[in-house]
């Protein structure tokens, strides 16, 4: 009797603990992630730069930088590029989309402006593209001073995770800003 009655005691400690554990692990665990907010925001799809010749333009984004082109079309002589970028009418105007791979379609494109005068930019530079070189920056930034490009020196880049970078930019010929950025740890997924 007494070794049943032992054993009965025994399985009901270890039912009462489940119970009593039950409660103070739940104290401790990770509460269940709150459902993300969806995004509300605008979404961006590309920057433009305007160039002065774009065949010269696309052997710096083509075949330098690696970047893809679609078709050039022309711009006929309603195109609202006219407008928001202050082209007079006279101006004959190409325009070509650039992809940077299968999931960055069409996210920058050039557009030629030829028969005016283009201002030379002098003084602050208000735009410029940041581009991860995807472990070229030194080959991009070498076929870039070949071609008689403005560049800049080079800098420290620190992160949290990727090791400290390296930074370096240029200017094409018509004076757009081009920064040039690289890791020693790729970008995580999320930043491609």
Known sequence: MDRQL????????????????VPALAQHATPPQAAETPY????????LYVVTDMERALNLWRDVMGFQPGAITTSGPNSYSREVFNIPK???MRFCTLSAGP???RTLALLEVKGVPLA?????????AVINANGRLAEIISKAKAMG???FGARVLASVGQGDGTEQGFLDWDGNVIVLY?????DPPSVR
């Open 149 to 151: 490009l403005t560049v």
């Open 40 to 47: 509300a925001g605008s979404y961006y799809k590309r920057q």
């Open 182 to 186: 690289e890791y020693p740890k790729s």
């Open 90 to 92: 006279e101006a004959q």
């Open 6 to 21: 032992r054993f009965r005691f025994a399985a009901v400690w270890v039912v009462l603990s489940a119970f009593i554990a």
């Open 103 to 105: 999931t960055q379609v």
């Open 120 to 128: 030379p930019k002098s003084g602050i530079r208000t735009t410029g």
